[in-house]
């Protein structure tokens, strides 16, 4: 069974590459078992998400065109 630190190694890791397959189930494992990294889990993807459009914004606000 992961630890937590193990668990939100693998969660940065994958939002650079493909997790194996033990990696992903081991992680799915742990988040059954352990709400706050559940939780981390859907924070880090929403950050992810988030981020390219934070991205476009700066740079809209940065060249004058702000909406």
């Known amino acids: ?15 650079d590459r493909t997790l194996t397959r033990k990696e992903h189930w081991s992680l799915k494992m742990h988040e059954m078992l352990c709400k706050g990294c559940r939780n981390c889990h859907q924070q880090i993807d929403l950050l992810h998400q988030l981020g390219p459009e934070w991205q ?6 940065e060249s004058g065109d702000q909406k």
């Open 1 to 15: 069974m992961l630890t937590c630190k193990q668990a939100t190694q693998l969660m940065s890791a994958s939002q």
């Open 56 to 61: 476009k914004r700066l740079e809209a606000d």
